[in-house]
């Protein structure tokens, strides 16, 4: 059981270039949630998935896309990048039903924007 | 509006001798409490959780935590303290009212250095 698998682990951009943050659970996980990372900031979420075809904005969504066409698969677009999305990026998921389940988190995306 | 608090940035502490990290929430309704550990270049790993019932809550790895509803507190500690257990730790709150979500809010984490 894989868990969350997210790729890239690492990646540099420039200013103004796309990218995709992929990230997939195998845990048949309804909920799927976008988090960034920035030091002493704690984690924000940016968007998240009640079910395939379901999205929705949370906390810092300016600057970011999302799409969840399967159960599995959510991955995070980046249109314009900038500066200040310089940060780790966490996927995580957690089983539909009860909402007092742990969310379960993948090892993360460093991202740097130069 | 939901917050959650961790008012240190560091604690400090002896190998072998007893820890907490201090937690403080607000929700409107009933919280959802959970503990969280994050490992160098590693995502979050879950530790225990608080629903309802018993105030003292054990997880993994000989952590417990306590929740004090009068004091809207729910800290972190373990009785014997390891070098291995030199981690961010996060504080995270789910209101009940936002079950159909999912949605956590996190405290800024406070960084446990146990030292040999």
């Known amino acids: 059981n894989a868990g969350v698998t997210q790729t890239p682990k690492f990646r540099i951009l420039k200013i103004g270039q796309s990218m995709t943050l992929q990230c997939t659970q195998d845990?048949?996980?309804?909920?799927m949630y976008w988090y960034r990372q920035d030091p002493g900031m704690g984690l924000k979420l940016i968007y998240y998935?009640?079910?395939?075809?379901?999205?929705d904005k949370g906390e810092v969504p300016n600057g970011y896309n999302v799409s969840r066409s399967t159960t599995e698969d959510f991955p995070l677009r980046l249109e314009l990048a900038a500066p200040s999305q310089t940060s780790v990026y966490f996927c995580?998921?957690?089983?539909?039903?009860?909402?007092?389940?742990?969310?379960?988190f993948g090892d993360g995306t460093r991202l740097s924007i130069l | 509006a939901q917050s959650v608090a961790q008012p240190e940035d560091q604690v400090n502490v002896a190998e072998g001798n007893p820890l907490t990290v201090k937690c403080t929430y607000s929700?409107?309704?009933?919280?959802?409490l959970f503990w969280y550990v994050q490992y160098p270049n590693r995502g979050l790993q879950f530790l225990l959780k608080?629903?309802?019932?018993?105030?003292l809550v054990k997880g993994s790895y000989g952590f417990e935590a306590e929740f004090n509803k009068s004091q809207t507190s729910f800290h972190l500690k373990k009785p014997s303290a390891l070098v291995s257990d030199s981690a961010l730790y996060f504080c995270?709150?789910?209101?009940?009212?936002?079950?159909?979500?999912?949605?956590?809010?996190f405290g800024q984490g406070t960084t446990l250095q146990v030292k040999p």
């Open positions: 995580a998921s957690s089983y539909v039903a009860a909402s007092n389940q742990p969310q379960h």
């Open positions: 845990m048949n996980h309804n909920y």
């Open positions: 998935s009640v079910g395939a075809g379901i999205t």
């Open positions: 929700v409107s309704g009933n919280p959802y």
């Open positions: 608080y629903i309802t019932g018993d105030n």
């Open positions: 995270a709150v789910r209101d009940a009212s936002s079950s159909n979500t999912g949605k956590l809010i």
